[in-house]
């Protein structure tokens, strides 16, 4: 097999690094970190270059491969229990085994709330959310540079400050964002630690919208393009939010939820959707969108 970086971790997944000398562990232990700048940076290229001939006897068979060993469990004979005959279910049991059946469907139906359900998403959540997405794709210069002056810009303008929930994670990813910029040539393959990922990860999925704001930006988002089979299903969904108090008259945007309400219904007997610019920005603002 001609050992490359492309079937790098394929081609060594069965050898034993641990038998093999530093120098060859050391490089294997941070290939990720090494191939993500592999054409990049001339030391890099150089090294790992050097890496691949040392392994290739290993491959090929010129040295005595080392490999991880193996156990195969023998498999258990499968036992069938045999029933003599069915037992009669009695009235109480068949009337607790519906109950309990009823309850489980119930709990089914209700909705996964969100550990932090917010009217606006705070800007150092959405500045995660951004980081996030750019993990295991090939980003630009232009892509990484603008996001680091983004962080700094909210900074500076103190939208996030450094008492803030997520401080640190906010510097993490400021100094990786810096740090990435300077080791890239024109574009790069970004890649976030695992670690962090995870952490980060859990941050960004413990927030959520509220119900209402939620309904607000559905509304928002059939305007221009509404039919009245998409009007019918966002006022059940209405409907059935206020009905199971997923949105509640205490709500800050329940007067606007009740507003939408009025549109769909009045647009669904006329076929016209009557609101005004006013309006319609309003919603905009309240749902975080601008403008």
Same mark, same amino acid.
């Given at each position: 097999m001609n050992l490359t970086v492309n079937?790098?971790?394929?081609?060594?997944?069965?050898?034993?690094?641990?038998?093999?000398?530093?120098?060859?562990?050391?490089?294997?232990d941070k290939w990720g970190q090494f191939y993500k700048f592999y054409g990049k940076s001339d030391k890099i290229t150089e090294m790992v270059d050097n890496h691949l001939k040392s392994l290739k006897p290993y491959i090929k068979g010129d040295k005595k491969v080392i490999l991880k060993k193996t156990v195969t469990k023998p498999s258990k004979p499968k036992?069938?229990?045999?029933?003599?005959?069915?037992?009669?279910?009695?009235?109480?049991?068949?009337?607790?085994?519906?109950?309990?059946?009823q309850r489980i469907a119930s709990q089914r139906?209700?909705?996964?709330?969100?550990?932090?359900?917010?009217?606006l998403m705070p800007l150092e959540v959405r500045f995660?959310?951004?980081?996030?997405?750019l993990h295991d794709k090939r980003v630009t210069e232009k892509q990484v540079s603008t996001f680091y002056k983004a962080i700094q810009k909210a900074s500076v303008e103190k939208t996030i400050r450094k008492s803030g929930k997520y401080a640190n994670e906010i510097m993490k990813i400021s100094k990786d964002l810096?740090?990435?910029?300077?080791?890239?040539?024109?574009?790069?393959k970004f890649e976030i630690p695992s670690s962090l990922h995870v952490k980060?990860?859990?941050?960004?999925? %413990?927030?959520? *919208?509220?119900?209402?704001?939620?309904?607000?930006?559905?509304?928002? /988002?059939?305007?221009?393009? @509404? +039919?009245?089979?998409?009007?019918?299903?966002?006022?059940?969904s209405i409907e059935n939010s206020k009905e199971n108090g997923k949105v509640k008259s205490s709500d800050n945007a329940? %007067?606007?939820? *009740?507003?939408?309400?009025?549109?769909l219904e009045k647009y669904l007997? /006329?076929?016209?959707?009557? @609101? +005004?610019?006013?309006?319609?920005?309003?919603?905009?603002?309240?749902?975080?969108?601008?403008?």
């Open positions: 079937n790098y971790e394929s081609a060594v997944e069965n050898i034993d690094f641990s038998k093999l000398p530093e120098a060859i562990r050391m490089v294997d036992t069938v229990k045999v029933t003599p005959h069915k037992k009669a279910v009695s009235k109480a049991v068949k009337s607790k085994i519906i109950v309990k059946t139906k209700q909705a996964v709330r969100k550990q932090n359900e917010v009217e995660i959310k951004r980081y996030l997405t810096s740090q990435t910029y300077k080791e890239m040539n024109n574009s790069c980060l990860k859990n941050i960004t999925d %413990s927030y959520g *919208v509220t119900p209402a704001i939620a309904l607000i930006k559905r509304f928002i /988002s059939l305007y221009g393009r @509404i +039919t009245k089979e998409k009007a019918s299903r966002l006022l059940k329940y %007067s606007r939820v *009740v507003e939408i309400e009025n549109h007997d /006329s076929d016209k959707l009557f @609101i +005004t610019d006013v309006q319609l920005n309003g919603l905009r603002g309240i749902a975080g969108l601008g403008k």
